[in-house]
């Protein structure tokens, strides 16, 4: 029996020994965030009167405030852990962000300003910072939900497309093939007609083709499939000078019997959309043109827009004058 309590006590004594070699130790996260550790007494006494581990140096000088020292995040801390000495703080109350000047998104900036360029804002902030803008920039900016009604037709559409079409999802943006005048002869990347598909929340099938290899086929356009076709008219057929769509209606139809064409979404869906090339002559009939564009493409998003109207406002702030001829057609209407 005594061997045994011997054998017992030796054992006991061993495994006291590997845990002491094995330099266990437990990590607590003291206040400010630092990170102390406690060795064994056989680590210690290794170390002698040398000069101790850098792991204990570092919480050593992070405790002292001393600069240079390095704090270490432990994962089971009930906080996150900071530097009392830390240029910025993380603000559980900030309720949004500034970006150069005014509320809202905010202008882009380079990576290496971004930083310098974002103000954190509290309601206890002690200063304030007053901002006056022109009222047709005031909502496009979000500075403020009461600003003045726009002054303009343009500034009005111009805020408005941006609104609906800034919530429509990647996967509701059709895709688009514009036809100039002529038949088969489709617009560049570097072409105004180009941003004018994109800022109507539409992409360009035409995006990736050369300068020199505009002019597609029936062919071409059946492979790209796509979701609305946009053909622009000389002002024989549609503009100020056009009373009838006679002429326009069976530019539709020759577009809906090409060759291959009854497959194509926008022709089984009728979404055949033909402008005057009035259209787009200045900035305000352009805006006219993405308009009649982006509810033709989602007449979702646009079912309380009057298309006939937007062209009248638009027409009379460019030119003087109410429109006097037909300057789109749409099968079935919009």
């Given at each position: 029996m005594e061997m045994k309590r011997k054998r017992a006590g030796l054992l006991a004594l061993l495994l006291c020994g590997a845990l002491l070699l094995c330099g266990c130790r437990t990590r607590t996260a003291g206040q400010g965030g630092s990170l102390r550790?406690?060795?064994?007494?056989?680590?210690?006494?290794?170390a002698g009167q040398g000069e101790a581990p850098s792991e204990e140096k570092d919480a050593a000088a992070v405790e002292s405030g001393e600069p240079g020292g390095r704090t270490r995040e432990n994962p089971e801390a009930s906080r996150k852990e900071f530097d009392e000495n830390a240029s910025a703080e993380i603000l559980p109350g900030t309720e949004r962000l500034l970006h150069e000047r005014g509320e809202g998104n905010g202008a882009p900036a380079a990576n290496k300003d971004s930083e310098a360029r974002a103000d954190q804002v509290r309601e206890a902030a002690e200063k304030t910072a007053d901002l006056t803008v022109a009222a047709e920039t005031a909502e496009q900016r979000g500075v403020s939900e009461d600003a003045e009604a726009a002054d303009s037709a343009l500034t009005y559409y111009t805020v408005l497309l941006q609104d609906r079409l800034g919530?429509?999802?990647?996967?509701?943006?059709?895709?688009?093939?514009?036809?100039?005048?002529?038949?088969?002869?489709?617009?560049?990347?570097?072409?105004?007609?180009?941003?004018?598909?994109?800022?109507?929340?539409?992409?360009?099938?035409s995006a990736r083709l050369l300068p020199e290899n505009l002019r597609v086929d029936e062919g071409w356009v059946a492979r790209k499939n796509p979701g609305l076709i946009v053909k622009i008219m000389d002002s024989g057929a549609l503009g100020a000078g056009s009373h009838s769509d006679r002429a326009a209606r069976a530019a539709a139809e020759?577009?809906?019997?090409?060759?291959?064409?009854?497959?194509?979404?926008?022709?089984?869906?009728?979404?055949?959309l033909l402008l005057s090339e009035e259209l787009l002559e200045t900035p305000a009939l352009r805006t006219a043109a993405m308009l009649l564009i982006a509810k033709t493409a989602n007449p979702e998003l646009f079912s309380d827009v009057d298309p006939e109207e937007a062209l009248q406002m638009l027409m009379e702030e460019t030119a003087g004058t109410l429109p006097t001829g037909i300057y789109y057609y749409k099968e079935g209407g919009l």
């Open positions: 550790s406690d060795r064994g007494q056989s680590q210690a006494g290794a919530t429509l999802f990647e996967c509701k943006r059709l895709n688009a093939y514009w036809e100039t005048p002529q038949s088969f002869v489709t617009i560049h990347k570097t072409a105004p007609e180009h941003d004018l598909l994109l800022q109507a929340g539409c992409y360009d099938v020759g577009l809906r019997g090409r060759a291959g064409w009854s497959g194509i979404d926008a022709v089984k869906n009728r979404r055949i």
